[in-house]
C-alpha cells in the first residue's frame, strides 16, 4: 500500500503543478487578481505532496519491502538502517525523487516567504516553477517511476554499491542537490521578471537571498563531497576533474558570478541584462549536470543508469527549459531598459571583472566536460584529464584570486587609481614577502603563486574591516570579509598540497618501519575485523614523529552483497597536516602493501570550504535582518 | 548588430543540444580501442628491474622480429592471472620483454619465482613515465610490437585463455 500511496502523492503532485502554471498564466494574461492569488497556495501543497512521496520511499526502503522493484536492486535487509535511509536516493529513481522533491519546496518556500517581490513577478514565477516541476514530474512517472513493484517479490535485496555506504551518503547528496536546485528559484525570479518587464534593484534585492541560500548549500556540498572522495576512495586525491565533479562545479561557478553580479543591480542599478542571464545560466548548468551524469553519456562513479531512453526525456526536458529561457531572454531583453553605467575603476568594474573571470573559467570545464562527447561524435575516444583542467583554468583562477583581492577595496560607482594603490598596498606586500621567502623552497609555478596570492589575500580580505567601527559593521560585510579569508585559506591548502605532498609504496613485513614526511610508519601487525554487513583485514600501524607516536588502522574491506572490496583510509590529522595510509594487498609471503602520504596543510583546503559557506550565511543574515528592518519601518512611516 | 548579439546563447545552446544529442543516440563502444596502433613506441631507455637482467629501451624493439612488450607489476593480482598465458607464449618461442611499474627488486623476484619468469629484459618505470607514455591506464598490458618498432596490438588488461590465439596470430603477420 504504501508504495501506492507513494505514486498516488506523485500524480497528485504532478497534476498541482499543471494547475499552477495554468493559474499563473490566466493570472497574467487576463489580469486575473483572484486567480492568481490562489497560485501561492497551491505551490505550497504540491511541494507537500512531493515531500509526502519521499518520505513514503524512504519508509519503503527503511522496512525493506522486497517487493518494490527499486528497493530489491538496491538495498538489502541486512544493511545498517542508516544506509537503508541513504539509500533511498542513492540510485537513479530515488535521486530523481529527492530531486524534484527539492524543486517542489522551493517552490512552496518562495510562496510562503517571499514578500518583497511585486505580485504579478512572484505568479510569473511559481507558473515558471511549476513548469520546471511539471517536466520532472512526467519524467519520474513516466520513465523512472520509483515506486514499481515486483512479482512476484524477491527473497532479498542485491545490495547497494559499498563505495556508497558511508555516512557521507546521507548528507552530500541532499546538500548538494538542495544547492542545484535552490538555483531553479533564481531561474524563475529571471523568467519571472521578464514576462512582466520589472527588472531592477527591488527585483535582485528579493532575489538575492534566494540565490545566496542555493549557494551556500552548494559550496557545502562541493567541500563535503571532495573530503568524502578524498578518505573514501583511497587516492589520496581530493578532486579528480571528474564529469560530475564537473557538473557541481559549473553551477557553483555561475552562482558565484551571479550573487556578485546581482550586488551590483542591487545597489547600482546595473547590469541588468547580464544578472538576468546568469541567473539562466546557474540553473542550466544545474540541469546539463543532471543530464550528464543521468543520461549516461559519461562514465563516472556517480553515473547510475545507462539508459539512452531516459537520457532522451531529460535531453528533451533541457532543450524546453533553457531554450525557451534563452528565447524569452532574447525576445524580452530589448525592452527592459538599461540600467546606469559605471567608471572602470570602481567596486562595479571590479565585479565585472570577477563576473568574466568566472565566466571564462566556467567556459573552460564545460569545454572540457564536453569535448570527449564532441571528439566521439567525430570517432575519437578521448578523455580530459587534469593536466588541460589545471592548465587551462589555473593561471585564470589565480587572476581571479588578484582580483578578489583588490575589488571590495574599491569605492562604488568611481575612484581614484591613486587612492587605490595606496589601499593595496599592503596585500601587495604580504604578495612579494610570500613570494619572496618561497624562492628557499620553490614549490613548482602554479603552488608558488597559489601561496603567494593566497597570502595576499588573506590580507586583503580583511583590509575591508580597518579603520571602521567593528561593532557597527554589517554583518554581510563580515560575511564578504570570511567568505574571501576562506578562499584564501582553500587555495594555501590546495597550493600546498600540491607542491609537498610526499607519497611512497612499500612492501613490509611485520615490524618493518616506512618513512614519510616527517613520519616513520610501522606495521605492527594485521588481524580480521567483523563489521555488520562486511569483514575486513585490518592492518595496525605505528606512526611515530619525535616523541609522539599514534595508531592508525586502515582496512581492506569485503562487501558480500554485492561481493567487492574497498580500500577504507586511515587518517592522522595533525596541526601542520595529514597523514594518509592505505592498506594494499599482501605479496603471500609475509609482506603487506602499503601506500602513505604526507599531505601537509591538507585540511586548510576544506576548512577554507566551510570558511566560505560561513561566510554567505553571515551574509543572508544581514542581508534578511536589514530587510526586514525596512519593511518595518515602511509600515510604521 | 545589438538585437543579433542576444540571440547567441540560444545559438551556442542550440549547437551543444545537438552534439549531445548526437552523442546519445550512437552506441557506445564496448571495447576500449587502442590510441597506439600503428604509431612507433615512444623513445625511452629504463634501468635493469632485477640483478642478471638487462633493462630495456625502445632499441631493442626495432632489431626486425616481432616481440611482445608486456607491462606489469608485482602488486598487481590480474598479472598472476595472466602469467601461465605469457609462460605459454614464451614456449611458443615469442621473445617477451616487461616493463615493471612502480616496484621494487626483491618484490619482482618474488614474483618471477612464484609465477615463472617469461621475459628476456625487465624496465623499472618508477614513476610511470613510459607507461603514461605508451597510453597504457592499468597494469596488465600486452602490446605486440612489429620488427620496425610499431605497435601492432595492444591488450588491455590480462591475458586470457582465449586471447592467446589472436596474439599468436597478431606475431605472425607482423614483419
Redesign the interface.
Known amino acids: 500500500m504504501i508504495a501506492e500511496a507513494g505514486l498516488a502523492a506523485l500524480w497528485f503532485a504532478g497534476a498541482l503543478a499543471a494547475l499552477q502554471l495554468v493559474m499563473a498564466a490566466i493570472g497574467i494574461a487576463r489580469d486575473r487578481d483572484d486567480v492568481a492569488a490562489a497560485v501561492r497556495p497551491v505551490a505550497i501543497v504540491q511541494g507537500l505532496l512531493a515531500l509526502l512521496a519521499m518520505a513514503l520511499l524512504i519508509e519503503l526502503f527503511l522496512d525493506s519491502d522486497m517487493s518494490v522493484k527499486l528497493v530489491v536492486e538496491n538495498s538489502h535487509s541486512a544493511k545498517p538502517w542508516l544506509y537503508k535511509f541513504a539509500g533511498a536516493w542513492g540510485n537513479h529513481e530515488g535521486s530523481m525523487l529527492l530531486w524534484v522533491t527539492i524543486l517542489g519546496l522551493a517552490g512552496g518556500a518562495v510562496a510562503i516567504f517571499e514578500r518583497s517581490l511585486p505580485e504579478r513577478t512572484l505568479t510569473a514565477t511559481l507558473g515558471a516553477q511549476a513548469t520546471i516541476a511539471l517536466g520532472f514530474y512526467a519524467f519520474l512517472l513516466f520513465s523512472s517511476n520509483p515506486f514499481a513493484r515486483l512479482n512476484p517479490s524477491a527473497p532479498d535485496g542485491l545490495g547497494l554499491n559499498p563505495l556508497l555506504q558511508d555516512p557521507g551518503l546521507a548528507f552530500h547528496p541532499p546538500t548538494l542537490y538542495t544547492g542545484y536546485v535552490g538555483l531553479s528559484v533564481a531561474f524563475s525570479f529571471a523568467v519571472g521578471a521578464l514576462v512582466t518587464r520589472d527588472v531592477g534593484p527591488a527585483f535582485a534585492k528579493a532575489m538575492r537571498p534566494w540565490v545566496l541560500i542555493a549557494w551556500i548549500f552548494l559550496t557545502l556540498g562541493i567541500t563535503a563531497g571532495s573530503y568524502w572522495a578524498y578518505y573514501e576512495l583511497g587516492w589520496g586525491g581530493w578532486w579528480f576533474w571528474d564529469p560530475v565533479e564537473n557538473a557541481s562545479l559549473m553551477p557553483w561557478l555561475a552562482a558565484t558570478a551571479l550573487l556578485h553580479s546581482v550586488t551590483v543591480l542591487a545597489t547600482r542599478d546595473g547590469l541588468r541584462a547580464w544578472t538576468i542571464?546568469l541567473a539562466v545560466?546557474a540553473f542550466?548548468m544545474s540541469m546539463i549536470g543532471t543530464?550528464l551524469v543521468r543520461?549516461g553519456?559519461l562514465t563516472s562513479v556517480h553515473a547510475f543508469a545507462?539508459d539512452?531512453e531516459r537520457?532522451?526525456f531529460i535531453?528533451a526536458l533541457?532543450?524546453i527549459y533553457?531554450?525557451g529561457a534563452?528565447?524569452l531572454?532574447?525576445a524580452r531583453?530589448?525592452t527592459v531598459r538599461a540600467g546606469t553605467t559605471f567608471d572602470p575603476v570602481s567596486r562595479e568594474g571590479g565585479l565585472v571583472a570577477n563576473n568574466l573571470l568566472l565566466s571564462v573559467i566556467l567556459g573552460i570545464v564545460l569545454i572540457g566536460t564536453?569535448y570527449p562527447?564532441?571528439a566521439?561524435?567525430f570517432d575519437v575516444?578521448?578523455s580530459v584529464g587534469p593536466p588541460f583542467f589545471n592548465k587551462a583554468a589555473g593561471p585564470i583562477a589565480l587572476l581571479l584570486v588578484a582580483v578578489m583581492a583588490v575589488g571590495p577595496l574599491l569605492r562604488w560607482r568611481r575612484d581614484d587609481a591613486k587612492a587605490v594603490l595606496r589601499r593595496v598596498i599592503l596585500p601587495i606586500g604580504a604578495t612579494l614577502a610570500a613570494a619572496i621567502a618561497l624562492l628557499f623552497v620553490w614549490p613548482g609555478v602554479l603552488p608558488w603563486a597559489g601561496l603567494s596570492l593566497a597570502a595576499g589575500l588573506a590580507v586583503a580580505s580583511v583590509a575591508p574591516l580597518r579603520k571602521r567601527n567593528l561593532r557597527r559593521t554589517p554583518l554581510f560585510t563580515y560575511g564578504m570579509v570570511i567568505a574571501h579569508l576562506g578562499i584564501a585559506v582553500s587555495l594555501a591548502g590546495m597550493a600546498s598540497d600540491r607542491a609537498f605532498t610526499q607519497e611512497t609504496?612499500v612492501?613490509v613485513r611485520t615490524g618493518e618501519p616506512a618513512r614519510v614526511g616527517p613520519y616513520t610508519v610501522t606495521l605492527d601487525g594485521i588481524s580480521p575485523v567483523i563489521g555488520q554487513n562486511w569483514s575486513a583485514l585490518e592492518a595496525r600501524l605505528t606512526a611515530t614523529r619525535g616523541a609522539s607516536e599514534r595508531i592508525l588502522r586502515p582496512q581492506l574491506r569485503f562487501f558480500a552483497n554485492p561481493p567487492t572490496s574497498t580500500n577504507e583510509s586511515a587518517i592522522l590529522t595533525v596541526l601542520d597536516g595529514q597523514l594518509y595510509t592505505v592498506l594494499?594487498?599482501p605479496?603471500?609471503?609475509g609482506?603487506w602493501?602499503l601506500r602513505l602520504w604526507w599531505k601537509p596543510f591538507v585540511t586548510l583546503i576544506w576548512f577554507g570550504g566551510v570558511l566560505v559557506a560561513l561566510g554567505g550565511m553571515l551574509s543572508l543574515l544581514g542581508r534578511v535582518r536589514r530587510e526586514r528592518r525596512t519593511t518595518m519601518r515602511n509600515q510604521w512611516a | 548588430m545589438?538585437?543579433f548579439a542576444?540571440?547567441a546563447?540560444?545559438a551556442i545552446?542550440?549547437l551543444?543540444?545537438a552534439?549531445?544529442?548526437?552523442?546519445?543516440?550512437?552506441p557506445?563502444?564496448k571495447v576500449?580501442?587502442s590510441?597506439m596502433v600503428g604509431k612507433p613506441l615512444p623513445d625511452f631507455a629504463l634501468p635493469a628491474m632485477v640483478p642478471g637482467k638487462p633493462g630495456l629501451s625502445s632499441a631493442s624493439f626495432r632489431q626486425g622480429k616481432p616481440r611482445l612488450l608486456n607491462v606489469f607489476a608485482?602488486?598487481c593480482?590480474p598479472c598472476i592471472a595472466e602469467a601461465p598465458q605469457l609462460m605459454r607464449l614464451r614456449a611458443m618461442g615469442i621473445p617477451i620483454d616487461a616493463i615493471a611499474i612502480?616496484d621494487?627488486a626483491p618484490?619482482i623476484a618474488?614474483?618471477l619465482r612464484?609465477n615463472g619468469d617469461p621475459y628476456e629484459r625487465i624496465g623499472s618505470d618508477r614513476a610511470s613515465q613510459v607507461q603514461l607514455a605508451l597510453g597504457s591506464s592499468g597494469v596488465p598490458e600486452t602490446f605486440v610490437i612489429d620488427g620496425r618498432g610499431i605497435v601492432v596490438k595492444q591488450i588491455i588488461g590480462d591475458i586470457r585463455p582465449e586471447n592467446v590465439a589472436e596474439i599468436v596470430q597478431a606475431v605472425k603477420d607482423a614483419r
Open positions: 542571464m545560466v542550466s543530464f543520461s553519456i545507462v539512452p537520457g532522451a535531453l533541457l532543450a533553457i531554450g534563452l528565447a531572454f532574447a531583453i530589448g564536453l562527447i564532441v566521439a561524435s575516444q578521448l609504496l612492501a594494499g594487498q605479496d603471500g609471503q609482506r602493501q | 545589438k538585437r542576444l540571440w546563447p540560444l545552446f542550440a551543444l543540444f552534439v549531445v544529442a548526437s552523442g546519445l543516440f550512437r557506445a563502444e576500449v580501442r590510441a608485482s602488486w593480482i612502480r621494487t618484490a618474488g614474483f612464484r
